[in-house]
């Protein structure tokens, strides 16, 4: 019998998936330093991104409920 895949926990506290399938993260470069960003540029990344393309296997291959 085949063993299932573990999930790497790390990636897993770091993606979604979307009902549809894709894989969101957040945007990096809002955890220290926030006095010198602008409040617009603080907004914009609060919102989640789709993974890119580029990107997409590698993180696939560390989430095996991500098809």
């Known amino acids: 019998m ?11 506290k770091r993606f979604k998936v979307t009902g549809t399938g894709k894989i969101m993260k957040m945007k990096a470069y ?3 330093i926030l006095n ?3 409040t617009k540029r603080k907004r914009n990344l609060r919102k989640a991104n789709v993974v890119d393309d580029s990107n997409l296997k590698q993180v ?3 989430l095996p409920y991500a098809k």
């Open 2 to 12: 085949k063993q299932k895949m573990k999930t790497k926990r790390a990636a897993a």
């Open 30 to 32: 809002k955890s220290h």
């Open 36 to 38: 010198k960003k602008s």
């Open 60 to 62: 696939k291959r560390v």
